[in-house]
């Protein structure tokens, strides 16, 4: 199993969170690729220490070019796209143990190969060509079990959080490669519209023949435009209910300058529903949170 996927981490600026990986992932032998963004001597050392690919940048590539450039480089089936700042948490699968959500095991070791083999066998099940287990924030909270696309240009992640991960329906949580919204707005199937790239198992020739990410989209909402992408080509994609990992969210992005995040959002959106222009209705409310987004860039700007 371990030879069937090479793992990607895109790094800036998150020492601490990569050595967390990278020692994880050695331990059980994953191939792994680290795209260092900004490189030093330390993260060189620890990758060659731990014979993983060390493929350091002499300026900062954003997140969707160093994972296609760790794509590349990779040779096996499968691709496991990770966030410098996921960790494995203590909920890995159903039926051993107990857990603060019902139904899922407290593993007793963090493990990649464990969470590795579970994500594989529920691809090769489902014909999947993308599957990722549920985020969850350092308290266990659900962060997001995959997503909607709406017509004026919002992402709404697909949780409730009054639900447990036990109580969370299957079906739901697929996408089907159908469009799960009309033109008037109105949920069609019930079908998610794509998945975070924080903790992604993906097929590489299939995200390859796609294109992989669209490198115009330096950092954020890449995995929003590759879903739909998939989408469009009738691929098969799905959150794994009863898998979860933490994801310490926006640790990199904290460090960034004021603003980023929020230029950022508003540009990619554009970018989106140019790219996919169908899916978007052309209205006051899309025109409303793109003013939203210009807000939030301006206040964290001069305020």
Not at 79 to 96: E, H, R
Not at 196 to 201: D, I, M, R, S
């Amino acid at each position: 199993m371990p030879n069937s996927v090479t793992a990607l981490i895109p790094t800036y600026s998150n020492d601490t969170g990569l050595s967390y990986l990278v020692e994880l992932l050695s331990k059980d032998k994953i191939p792994t690729v680290v795209i260092d963004n900004r490189p030093n001597e330390n993260k060189a050392q620890l990758c060659t220490r731990s014979n993983l690919v060390y493929l350091s940048q002499t300026k900062n590539l954003g997140f969707a070019a160093a994972v296609n450039l760790g794509a590349r480089a990779a040779k096996t089936k499968w691709l496991l796209i990770l966030n410098d700042d996921i960790q494995l948490s203590k909920f890995l699968s159903p039926g051993m143990g107990r857990s603060r959500f019902p139904g899922v095991r407290n593993a007793s070791n963090e493990n990649f190969k464990q969470l590795l083999a579970t994500l594989i066998a529920f691809a090769k099940k489902h014909h999947l060509v993308a599957v990722s287990p549920v985020l969850v924030n350092r308290q266990g909270k659900v962060e997001n079990y995959g997503y909607r696309v709406l017509p004026h240009g919002k992402v709404e992640l697909n949780f409730d959080p009054k639900i447990s991960l036990s109580q969370v329906d299957t079906i739901s949580l697929f996408g089907n490669g159908t469009q799960s919204l009309s033109r008037n707005g109105k949920f069609t199937t019930t079908s998610i519209d794509g998945l975070t790239a924080a903790c992604l198992l993906i097929d590489r020739e299939v995200f390859l023949k796609v294109g992989g990410f669209d490198e115009r989209f330096f950092a954020y909402l890449e995995d929003v435009d590759l879903f739909l992408t998939l989408k469009k080509h009738h691929y098969r994609f799905a959150i794994h209910p009863k898998l979860s990992v933490i994801h310490n969210h926006l640790t990199t992005s904290s460090q960034m300058p004021r603003g980023f995040k929020q230029w950022h959002d508003f540009k990619n959106w554009l970018l989106i529903s140019k790219k996919h222009f169908a899916f978007f209705v052309l209205d006051i409310l899309f025109l409303h949170e793109r003013l939203r987004n210009i807000k939030g860039w301006l206040v964290t700007i001069f305020y």
